[in-house]
């Protein structure tokens, strides 16, 4: 229980913020630690006025401020190399900010690049080539191989890397942002390669002008490949997960409800609904279809469970099905034959939307599902109970999904369907206490009435201009309140979420 002081400076600090002009409402809440020690945060709505005025910014120079910001990042990762060559530093895990093994990422980066030399790549662009995971293993393939990555450290050390090799002497490496591809000539490449690339970009839009001047330079008949794609759909599964697995055991159901909204909300990176694919060719006459594929591997982390890849054949649309063949098929699912033809890599020449009947990250759904069926009242250590007694009956997210030896899609089912999931995979939650016939939990992208009202992707640019107004008003308070009730951080929420954040911050 707060004592009368600390509720007389919780009130003055709702006071201070409210009387900010891009303040709308204040909301003072009691959050606990790991180690169970407490702190409030303030969280903010932001004003109507502020909204107005950061609308220009969010199109105009906020992406470009997303990109340096990102570039800055990159360049400290790549910084101090353990040596000049390839590797996996910076791929941490969400769950506990230490490198994921390096046993796991080899079979991630094997099965990318199988998946990849299946589409016969002889000519390749590859945006984002970072330090050179693919380029060392493509390259040598390929007749001409030309990456390009924003991050200057990144291109100065693999250009001492491949200057030492002579089977990669042939490959061309340029110091440039991703949409930039001046001085690439329309179809000079058969096969443009963005893997694990664009969750680094600003907005959808940004990855819409990447994917148009791509096709531009892709042959007819080449292909664009993306791969490493987060699944905006399982965004609050995965976020789920995370706080599950670092919430304090006393803490409250209510408490870790807000963190997770919260985590959805503050989402930095762009996570995309594998529909916005599925719709280019409609949009891009230059694509006329998108697979959309299930990540392999043994692995069960993040990366299996949560990202999947996406294939765009670049054709002549006079060489497809019309226009209306294209998208009726995209909408309808058509999956009559196409399995063997995309295990073979013989992409289909018309927009077919793939659902795999596989299992996609099982378990987490299953513990979405418990928690929107918990008591706010109760504790997190009696869902970490429930979570751990289905966890341990050897029913794993990747018992049913692929495996690095598997073609490119998973029992797919011949025939049509009423339309393709939100999820863009079937689930299926086999676990006792649910029902067989599960559907997505209530802030889950689901297949009701308003589906085709959700966003397609997050928003990277709009988490940043709220951050930094959060940034502000914390200096802001400090100017003109003592230390001693001062909010650890001061954070400013979306004025239309993901998930319903108002009944949480409380």
Known sequence: MQSTSAVQGTDKIKTIL?????????????????????????YVFPSPAWLKATTFETAASGPEKQINSWQRIFDRTY????????????????????????????????????RIVALEPRRVLEIGCGIGLLVEALAPRCTAYCGTDFSDIAIQRLRQFTAARPALG??????RDAADFDGLAPGSVDTVVLNSVIQ?????????????RAAQVVEYGGHIFIGDVRHLGLLPAFHCS????????TSTIRSLKRKI??????EKELVVDPQFFMSLAARNPRIAGAAILLKKGYANNELTRYRYDVVLQVDDARGSASREEVMRDA?????????????QCDLPRRGLGLSDDVALARNDCAVLRLLESADDRDLVQDLQARVAAFENTGLTDREASLQPSDPAVHNPRAGRRGGPSRLGFDMRVPEPELSSNWVPPQFQYGEGANAASKPLATDPVAVALRNQLG??????????????????AVIVLSDNPVVPLCEWMK
């Not at 995370?242 to 055991?249: D, G, H, M, R, T």
């Not at 909204?261 to 503050?266: F, R, V």
């Not at 909408?331 to 295990?343: K, M, P, Q, S, Y």
Request: charged share 20%; hydrophobic share 40%; aromatic share 10%.
């Open 18 to 42: 409210q009387g900010h002009p891009c303040v709308g409402s204040v909301s003072i809440v009691e959050e606990q630690g790991p180690e169970g020690r407490g702190y409030s945060v303030a």
């Open 79 to 114: 910084r101090n190399p353990s040596e000049n060559a390839p590797d996996f530093v910076g791929w941490t895990s969400s769950y506990t900010n230490q490198p994921l093994p390096a046993g796991e990422m080899r079979e991630w980066l094997d099965a990318t690049i199988a």
């Open 170 to 175: 042939h490959v061309e490496l340029l110091r």
């Open 200 to 212: 680094y970009f600003p907005n959808l839009d940004y990855l819409e002008i990447v994917l148009e």
């Open 242 to 249: 995370v706080q599950v697995s670092k919430a304090p055991p």
């Open 261 to 266: 909204a919260l985590a959805i909300d503050q």
């Open 331 to 343: 909408a309808e699912g058509v999956l009559a034959d196409a399995g063997t033809r995309l295990g």
């Open 471 to 488: 940034f502000a008003l914390g200096q802001f308070l400090r100017s003109r309140f003592p230390d001693p009730y001062l909010p650890a």
